[in-house]
DNA sequence: GATTATCCATAAGCAAACCTGAAGGTTTCC
DNA sequence: GGAAACCTTCAGGTTTGCTTATGGATAATC
């Protein structure tokens, strides 16, 4: 019988790219990785690795192999799931991540809330960017992610996820309040912010990209002057008449703060979403997850202006 | 993640009852599958066993755990033969088992036909009788089995096994050759058989069942003298005048032997037939396996009188 | 084009996991 | 009531797998 945690080396080889980055993500060292995919070489008697320049890569044989052994792995996990799930009191370990304004508005009410009604759920949270935290859940270091999709905006898509809408929110552009100064208080629309400063997250993320996007059909390319993914930054330098940024309403909702708001053509939305693998989705664990979430989150976050 | 060798053994202990029998079947000692057992137990956090008097019981939790199990290492097996398949060249191992008559006649043929097509696939051989053969075939300690089925007579039904037809033969009464004295000779009809001594096989075959219902619908209780699992003596106690017995012709293939031969009311056939595990049904050694059988088995075995 | 960094393979030493055998406690069967 | 079957625990030895160190090959860098 084929020894499934050789199994998993070689399938994370596959997603991964590299002995060494699949040692590291597994806490070995390269060698262990190595002398391990070699005993399973010999077991199955079929080549799977060439060497390909300093790197390796996957044979046919492999490839199949790999496929197989995904199947396997999710069924693992589902087996797993399911005798956990099946007591009366839900128990076990969930590791989620949420990105960062998620995390500030609704994650500390939703965690008591967890641990009032499952004291034996352990949830582990963790702050990442979704596009990581989509990659990370495919690769099976997370369980369940809380990430976002732009309109006309493909998300990336990764087999084998469960993918449950969470809420909506809106997307404005947030100015300085008013009486910061002549530039900021003539804007009356996104065409007449080409002029200014504008805070951006870091380029790669989907929110820089739709942003970017935007501006240019408005008919501008935006000078970002501040660029960070801490979203509370955005806020405060908008709030301080440094910068323009857009702004949703997830990001407004612990501070109800004084920026003034135009309304974008369209009033577009983006919509977060929950994901989780789908081997694993109906386990007792990410349900009551995914319900937390969901008695905190309103499933329409628009507030006033 | 579940460690699927610790799995294996609840489902194995699901399969056969007590610890004993595990560790006898995969050649450990009964202390190693407790502690393995007990080591499985932990990593789940929910009780698996319970004694009940000197064995133990599975929980229900445990019994989720091993249907996941079950299909796991059938995924397991599919991989591992995928990937034997693939090559040009047909490989990797064959257990097979087959009872008596048909080992005698068509395998020493049926191994020449395989090595010779496919020098790199390595054949086990063993004799077994139908029941036991594919009791084991289900316990994964083989891989193709050649049995039997009687008319009317259910034969044990395994899950995940992939049953195809082979051939079938004519089952008859067996009389000594005439001149054997009047006893015999006076002999026209099955119902005439029931003073005469038997030859059977032992108890709880499915051959000894079906051959003792035909004599009690015929009207009589038979007398089995002479009880034995080998065919070969049954043929060797008719021929020589010693008793009688139903063969069917597959057992003469052989010794075109000078029995008197019966015809049973409704000419009742015996249906002789390959089995698999569905996980690896479909893998080059299997197709290649019960390809030369299918080559050198005719699919109507009948014989002249 | 030489240097540096990255990556994989192998060898040797070591620690952890696994298995064995012995001993003990139940339960069942005779 | 005694013997046999069964499971468990404990102490021991053996195998397995991991780590560090070393070397060779390729890609990137200056």
């Known amino acids: 019988m084929l020894d499934v945690r050789r199994l998993r080396l070689l399938a994370e080889l596959a997603a991964r790219g590299t002995l060494a980055e699949v040692a590291e993500a597994l806490h070995q060292s390269p060698s262990s990785v190595s002398q391990q995919l070699g005993q399973l070489e010999r077991e199955v008697g079929v080549p799977l690795l060439t060497k390909a320049g300093r790197r390796v890569q996957l044979t046919a044989a492999a490839q199949v192999l790999v496929e197989h052994t995904t199947e396997i792995l999710a069924r693992l996990e589902a087996a797993e799931a399911a005798v956990t799930s099946l007591g009366d009191e839900t128990a076990g370990t969930v590791r989620v991540a949420v990105f960062q304004s998620v995390a500030l508005a609704y994650m500390p009410q939703a965690l008591a809330d967890l641990t009032r009604r499952h004291p034996r759920l352990r949830v582990m949270l963790s702050q990442r960017a979704p596009e990581q935290a989509l990659h990370d859940l495919a690769l099976r270091e997370l369980d369940l992610v809380v990430a976002e999709h732009y309109p ?57 990209h739709w942003i970017e996007e935007q501006c240019r059909r408005a008919g501008f390319e935006p000078e970002v002057r501040y660029e960070t993914d801490d979203v509370e930054a955005h806020v405060a330098l908008v709030e301080s008449g440094n910068a323009v940024a857009l702004l949703s309403d997830l990001m407004r909702v612990r501070h109800r703060t004084a920026v003034r708001l135009i309304e974008l053509a369209g009033s577009p939305r983006r919509t977060v979403f929950t994901a989780a693998r789908t081997a694993i989705a109906d386990s007792a664990g990410i349900i009551a997850c995914r319900s937390a979430l969901a008695r905190v989150v309103p499933p329409d976050l628009t507030l006033p202006d």
Chains 1, 2 share one sequence.
């Open 152 to 208: 006309d905006h493909g998300a990336p898509h990764f087999d084998g996820l469960d993918r449950q809408p969470l809420t909506t929110d809106r997307l404005r552009l947030a100015l300085p309040p008013r009486g910061s100064g002549a530039i900021w208080d003539n804007i009356t629309s996104l065409a007449e912010a080409g002029c200014v400063p504008w805070a951006m997250e870091p380029p790669g993320t989907a929110s820089r």
